[in-house]
C-alpha cells in the first residue's frame, strides 16, 4: 500500500495521546474511528479530543471555521470492527491493558484489512498486578 492511498485510519488508545491523533488525522481530512471500550471512555475520549481540536485550530493546522471538525471521529466498542476498513491504525496504549495490537496480532489478521499500516506508541506502566 503507497502512502497516498491511505484514507482511513483507526484509532487503537483514546487518551492524550490517541485523541491528539485523532484531532491531527481528522485536521487533515481523514475519515477516523476509535476504539472505546465503555461509555465512559468515549465521554473521556471526546472531552481529550475537543481539548486537542482547539489547539489544532490554534495553531492553523485546521480551518478557524472547522470549529466542530472533532465531531467527525466515530467510536465503536469492537477492536475488531475498528481496525476492519483501517488503512492505518495508529495505537497509543498502555502495555499492560492488553490492547496493544502488537501483542493482539490475531484479531488484527483476522478482521483487518490484508494490508494496512500500524504505528505503534505503547508506553510501560510501572504499576504492579
Same mark, same amino acid.
Given at each position: 500500500?503507497?502512502? *497516498?492511498?491511505v +484514507?482511513? &485510519?483507526? &484509532?487503537?488508545?483514546?487518551?492524550?495521546i =490517541?485523541s *491528539? %491523533?485523532?484531532?491531527?488525522?481528522?485536521a487533515?481530512?481523514?475519515?477516523?474511528?476509535a476504539?472505546?471500550?465503555?461509555?465512559?471512555? /468515549?465521554?473521556?475520549?471526546?472531552?481529550?479530543?475537543?481539548?486537542? %481540536?482547539?489547539? &489544532? #485550530?490554534?495553531?492553523?493546522?485546521? $480551518?478557524? +471555521?472547522?470549529?466542530?471538525g %472533532?465531531?467527525?471521529?466515530?467510536?465503536?466498542?469492537?477492536?475488531? /470492527? @475498528?481496525?476492519?476498513?483501517?488503512?492505518?491504525?495508529?495505537e497509543?496504549?498502555? /502495555?499492560?491493558?492488553g #490492547?496493544?495490537l @502488537?501483542?493482539?496480532?490475531?484479531t488484527v489478521d483476522?478482521? =483487518?484489512?490484508?494490508?494496512? !499500516? &500500524?504505528? $505503534?506508541?505503547? !508506553?510501560?506502566?510501572? =504499576?504492579?498486578?
Open positions: 500500500m503507497h502512502p *497516498g492511498d +484514507s482511513r &485510519i483507526a &484509532i487503537v488508545g483514546t487518551g492524550t =490517541g *491528539g %491523533w485523532a484531532a491531527v488525522y481528522l487533515k481530512g481523514y475519515s477516523v474511528t476504539y472505546v471500550r465503555t461509555q465512559a471512555s /468515549e465521554d473521556k475520549f471526546y472531552s481529550f479530543l475537543q481539548a486537542a %481540536w482547539s489547539k &489544532i #485550530l490554534v495553531r492553523g493546522v485546521a $480551518s478557524a +471555521s472547522d470549529t466542530d %472533532w465531531r467527525r471521529v466515530k467510536c465503536v466498542r469492537s477492536l475488531a /470492527e @475498528c481496525v476492519a476498513t483501517a488503512d492505518y491504525v495508529q497509543s496504549v498502555v /502495555e499492560e491493558l #490492547l496493544s @502488537c501483542s493482539s496480532r490475531a483476522c478482521d =483487518g484489512k490484508p494490508t494496512f !499500516h &500500524i504505528s $505503534s506508541y505503547v !508506553h510501560a506502566y510501572a =504499576g504492579g498486578r
